[in-house]
């Protein structure tokens, strides 16, 4: 092993330990808890349709996000809670940007369901 893979080696093994300790902030954090349960109802809604315009944009805002804070264990935990509070509040906005066109789609079907019936009398 040469001196320059040693040192990619090493800088490697930092930015995983780095890694791990940023996991381990985000865990232990009280808005995890919220983070987990947002996401999660975000799942259920993107299992029932596909994510809009409006909801791809925001995974991309997450995404960039959570890429600046990503292996910054330098990060005071001021910067975490903003960075936690930042994140639920995506993912709630996600959640309703997916949410709206079903809504729209159900009241669609329930309305022509209703007119069906009426046209076909009693």
Not at 59 to 65: E, F, N
Not at 94 to 113: G, H, N, Q, V
């Amino acid at each position: 092993m040469d001196v320059q893979s040693a040192e990619k080696g090493g800088i490697v093994d930092q930015e995983e330990h780095e890694e791990v300790l940023v996991k381990r902030m985000i865990t232990a954090h009280p808005l995890y808890g919220l983070l987990v349960e947002t996401h999660l109802k975000c799942l259920e809604v993107a299992a029932l349709g596909e994510i809009g315009e409006v909801g791809a944009e925001n995974v991309g805002d997450l995404q960039a996000s959570l890429s600046k804070l990503k292996f910054s264990t330098n990060t005071s935990s001021s910067d975490l809670d903003h960075f936690m509070e930042a994140f639920c509040t995506m993912l709630g906005r996600l959640e309703e940007a997916m949410e709206e066109p079903m809504k729209k789609t159900a009241s669609f079907i329930s309305a022509t369901y209703i007119q069906l019936n009426e046209l076909s009398g009693p």
